[in-house]
């Protein structure tokens, strides 16, 4: 009986030695991600949500004649497409803004009588939609019983056939013009803040961009300079 027990003790004792190899072979643990770089996004994200930020184009410059310097420019421009309110797919709206301010310098010859600053945008639309129209023929047909005097009709039909002709035309540029300030002295100043342009019958991609138009006055003459802000295509 004792050496039974023994055996069986020893028996227990020698599992563990064998289920020790069985621990060593599970898969080790993976490694650990690396810390993102500060200001990174994750790697898995997509490109982040426009905005409307726009980068301002060098602003336009001009020297006139009788020695004075023109000069209007552009900064803090937003441009954010948005869903048109008739939901057509033919139409187009933006949500625009930005701050023009036109000025005018040095010692010219000619006494200054001030001018007007202008600021609006332009849109331009790849492919115009034009006339749209129903081409085909409407017929009218009967249908009944034959008898010895002839035919019963029982029932009349109109049986219209026909295709939908489509004109498009080359594109086209559209500008709007949001406010012109009259001025006595520059600098001048126009700000625009969430304001909505939209164009209709644009059936192609549509380009959008801003611009301003700086116009100079003295008794007898007119001096004008324009600025145009980066292109944004949609």
């Known amino acids: 009986m004792k050496?039974?027990?023994?055996?069986?003790?020893?028996?227990?004792?020698?599992?563990?030695?064998?289920?020790?190899?069985?621990?060593?072979?599970?898969?080790?643990?993976?490694?650990?991600?690396?810390p993102p770089i500060d200001g990174a996004p994750p790697p898995?994200?997509?490109?982040?949500?426009?905005?409307?930020?726009?980068?301002?184009?060098?602003?336009?410059?001009v020297m006139s004649p009788d020695g004075w310097q023109l000069s209007v420019a552009a900064t803090g421009e937003t441009q954010l497409p948005?869903?048109?309110?008739?939901?057509?797919?033919s139409s187009r709206e933006y949500l625009v803004g930005g701050t023009f301010v036109g000025t005018v310098t040095g010692n010219g010859k000619t006494k200054l009588n001030?001018?007007?600053?202008?600021?609006?945008?332009q849109i331009g639309c790849g492919i115009e939609l034009g006339q749209?129209?129903?081409?085909?023929?409407?017929?009218?047909?009967?249908?009944?019983?034959?008898?010895?005097?002839?035919?019963v009709p029982t029932g009349v039909n109109f049986p219209i056939s026909g295709t939908l002709e489509i004109h498009?035309?080359?594109?086209?540029?559209?500008?709007?013009?949001?406010?012109?300030?009259?001025?006595?002295?520059?600098?001048?100043?126009?700000?625009?803040?969430?304001?909505?342009?939209?164009?209709?019958?644009?059936a192609g991609q549509s380009f959008l961009r801003?611009?301003?138009?700086?116009?100079s006055s003295t008794t007898d003459t007119d001096d004008i300079v324009a600025y145009y802000g980066v292109t944004k295509s949609v």
């Open 3 to 34: 050496k039974k027990l023994l055996a069986l003790a020893v028996a227990g004792l020698a599992l563990p030695a064998f289920a020790v190899p069985t621990a060593l072979a599970q898969p080790a643990p993976p490694a650990p991600l690396p």
């Open 44 to 61: 898995d994200a997509g490109p982040p949500p426009d905005n409307g930020v726009v980068a301002s184009a060098p602003p336009g410059v």
């Open 82 to 89: 948005i869903a048109p309110l008739t939901t057509a797919v």
């Open 114 to 121: 001030g001018g007007v600053l202008e600021a609006g945008y």
């Open 132 to 151: 749209v129209r129903l081409i085909g023929s409407v017929g009218i047909g009967t249908s009944g019983s034959t008898l010895t005097g002839g035919l």
């Open 168 to 202: 498009l035309k080359p594109g086209t540029v559209n500008q709007v013009s949001v406010d012109k300030k009259s001025f006595k002295a520059a600098p001048a100043r126009v700000t625009l803040k969430d304001v909505h342009i939209k164009v209709d019958g644009c």
């Open 210 to 215: 801003s611009y301003a138009t700086l116009t």
